[in-house]
Nanobody
Framework: VQLQASGGGLVQAGGSLRLSCAAS????????MGWFRQAPGKERDFVGG????????LIADSVKGRFIISRDNAKNTVYLQMNSLKPEDTAVYYC?????????????????WGQGTQVTVSS
């Protein structure tokens, strides 16, 4: 499966961005999807995940109430709407796919990764 993330950029604190991840190569609607982020010198952290039909979502406590994950199976795309951005949200954001239809926050269960998109939030 190939994953292509886009939508990153430079934004001021309090602003919004929407990340997109287009998938190809397998039946997108049969699998969960997730977003992770990695800041310089830090581990890759789970941000959010969504099950195969979008009915179950997980959001990390650090972004709960500000970030929303969604998917459009007709477009083979998963989204991450990021609102009220903070400088600490600055990181490279990755979309990823596990081998299961069920959402998980365990990075080890994700076998497919996109190339990452940089998000920089200025204060």
């Amino acid at each position: 499966v190939q994953l292509q993330a886009s939508g990153g950029g430079l934004v001021q604190a309090g602003g919004s961005l929407r990340l997109s991840c287009a998938a190809s190569g397998r039946t997108f609607s049969s699998y969960a999807m997730g977003w992770f982020r990695q800041a310089p010198g830090k581990e890759r952290d789970f941000v959010g995940g969504i099950n195969w039909i979008g009915g179950t979502k997980l959001i990390a406590d650090s972004v709960k109430g500000r970030f929303i994950i969604s998917r459009d199976n007709a477009k083979n795309t998963v989204y991450l709407q990021m609102n009220s951005l903070k400088p600490e949200d600055t990181a490279v954001y990755y979309c990823a796919a596990p081998s299961s239809r069920y959402v998980t926050n365990n990075v080890n269960e994700y076998g497919y990764w996109g190339q990452g998109t940089q998000v920089t939030v200025s204060s």
